[in-house]
């Protein structure tokens, strides 16, 4: 029973920073492709940044690129979203991802890539 859990989300100034957690399971989720995703009320579920299971492919979307930095630990079976210069835009509901099936070679940055999905952290930057 594959599982990812989030955690680190919260309340931060705007300029602030978080360091978001996703611990996975096993084998499995160390030999797998990740990726962060966020969702606000009222928006459709935006691709944040992925990282593949040798840590050789890395990438983030526009809005947070020079940002935000994705990395992983598979000795702890997590991946982390460390999350700098954070701005009210940024509020959202965000989740990690896992892609058990090998689609995430062709498709890192769609949501249809991946297969297991973590319950989701809140971030909410105030102004």
């Known amino acids: 029973q594959v599982q990812l859990v989030e955690s680190g989300g919260g309340l931060v100034q705007a300029g602030g920073s978080l360091r978001l957690s996703c611990v996975g399971s096993g084998r499995t989720f160390i030999r797998s492709g990740v990726g962060w995703f966020r969702q606000a009320p009222g928006k459709e579920r935006e691709f944040v940044a992925a990282i593949g299971w040798s840590d050789g492919m890395i990438g983030y979307a526009d809005s947070v690129k020079d940002r935000f930095t994705i990395s992983r630990d598979n000795a702890k079976n997590t991946v982390y979203l460390q999350m700098n210069s954070l701005k009210p835009e940024d509020t959202a509901v965000y989740l990690c991802?896992?892609?058990?099936?090998?689609?995430?070679?062709?498709?890192?940055?769609?949501?249809?890539?991946?297969?297991?999905w973590g319950q989701g952290t809140q971030v909410t930057v105030s102004s």
């Open positions: 991802a896992m892609d058990s099936k090998g689609l995430f070679r062709v498709r890192p940055r769609s949501a249809a890539a991946y297969d297991i």
